[in-house]
T-cell receptor
Framework: AQSVSQHNHHVILSEAASLELGCNYS??????LFWYVQYPGQHLQLLLK??????LVKGIKGFEAEFIKSKFSFNLRKPSVQWSDTAEYFC????????????FGKGTKLSVKP | ETGVTQTPRHLVMGMTNKKSLKCEQH?????MYWYKQSAKKPLELMFV???????ENNSVPSRFSPECPNSSHLFLHLHTLQPEDSALYLC?????????????FGPGTRLLVL
């Protein structure tokens, strides 16, 4: 079955530390890849997405993600986190261009200590 | 504020009750979605409507009945639910239901079934 794995349930970092959140998906065909973020008390919102072109995608607030097809991965990175990055991060995949059918990972909660 | 509103924000119902969740989007989109977010499980797509037509039903039990009277409104009618249906129900919309589109999420309805 198609699935998305996020390896870390909860990550705790100090401000200025570098961040990498893992995301792997299970299918090898055409995929569209997304990272969504949910800040405390706010709606789920898009951080960045990949659907074609340069596999290194830049999003809002200094985040980026790299699509590595051979590893079925789409890891999220930020070189220096801030306290305001405290949130839950969700990786999502659309398989085979099936309209808007997104499959989400379980999410990774990021806590940044000031 | 993402332009997608949901009412009510919280709902407590007994197993014999009938209730409805409402979603409205003010973004001019043509695709709308219902998701279920249970504790410790990934966000699960339930239904997809594209131009008012249901295009996806992810094996959802018949006690959940969606309705999309127009492209701006989406309802989820609830009937004889079970305690395991307690969850956060999220609505989302996107421009035309295409695979690479960003989905815009509402704040969710927190449902408790007693």
């Amino acid at each position: 079955a198609q699935s998305v794995s996020q390896h870390n349930h909860h990550v705790i970092l100090s401000e200025a530390a570098s961040l990498e959140l893992g995301c792997n998906y299970s299918y090898g065909g055409t995929v569209n890849l997304f990272w969504y973020v949910q800040y405390p008390g706010q709606h789920l919102q898009l951080l960045l997405k990949y659907f074609s072109g340069d596999p290194l995608v830049k999003g809002i607030k200094g985040f980026e993600a790299e699509f590595i097809k051979s590893k079925f991965s789409f890891n999220l990175r930020k070189p220096s986190v801030q306290w305001s990055d405290t949130a839950e991060y969700f990786c999502a995949v659309n398989y085979g261009g099936s309209q808007g059918n997104l499959i989400f990972g379980k999410g990774t909660k990021l806590s940044v200590k000031p | 504020e993402t332009g997608v509103t949901q009412t009510p924000r919280h709902l407590v119902m007994g197993m014999t009750n009938k209730k409805s969740l409402k979603c409205e989007q003010h973004l001019g989109h043509n695709a709308m979605y219902w998701y279920k977010q249970s504790a410790k499980k990934p966000l699960e797509l339930m239904f997809v409507y594209n131009f008012k037509e249901q295009t996806e039903n992810n094996s959802v039990p018949s006690r959940f009945s969606p309705e999309c009277p127009n492209s701006s409104h989406l309802f989820l009618h609830l009937h004889t639910l079970q305690p395991e249906d307690s969850a956060l129900y999220l609505c989302a919309s996107s421009q035309a239901g295409l695979a690479e589109e960003t989905q815009y999420f509402g704040p969710g309805t927190r449902l408790l079934v007693l």
